[in-house]
């Protein structure tokens, strides 16, 4: 089961099962009651049934939001999902930017050894390049941490909104 989903499931069984118990322990501390009249046990009977009419409508809505929140937990997951999937193609970038940098190190190594002017020319050019991507690359981390930032916060949220 998907992490949040299970999170999901377990709360609604909590909330589920506390009405139950809540019921039965009521149930248990109840002493009888004198017999009643006929027409008094009729009206309490109508009583319970309006009770339970309203009861199972407001159950209905219930299930209903529950299904929501179940329906808007998983559009979370799958954001999250996708959110990850950014983040790996965010790391082969830096690991691609890393091995770039690397080449361009040796290509400067060797030019120091005896390279011309039109080598460096192209060592410059190479450079610019580097350093246009790496300005590309913060760019897209900074986004990436602006990002994490308001997910860790919002997940908070709705955690100290649980307890």
Do not use: Y
Not at 25 to 31: E, G, V
Request: aromatic fraction near 2%.
């Amino acid at each position: 089961m998907k992490p949040l989903v299970a999170i999901a499931a377990a709360l609604l069984l909590t909330i589920v099962a506390l009405p139950m118990a809540v019921h039965s322990q009521s149930q248990s501390k109840k002493k009888a009651a004198p017999p009643a009249p006929h027409a008094t046990m009729q009206k309490e009977h109508e009583t319970a049934e309006a009770d339970h009419s309203q009861w199972q409508t407001d159950i209905a809505t219930w299930r209903a939001e529950h299904l929501r929140a179940l329906a808007t937990l998983a559009d979370i997951q799958a954001k999250l999902l996708r959110h990850e999937a950014a983040l790996q193609e965010h790391a082969e970038h830096i690991r691609q930017h890393e091995e770039h940098m690397d080449l361009h190190e040796g290509e400067i190594a060797r030019h120091d050894k005896g390279g011309n002017d039109k080598d460096h020319e192209k060592l410059a050019a190479m450079h610019k390049e580097f350093q246009d991507k790496h300005a590309g690359i913060r760019d897209e981390h900074r986004r990436f941490e602006d990002d994490h930032e308001q997910l860790v916060k919002a997940i908070a949220a709705l955690t100290k909104a649980d307890k």
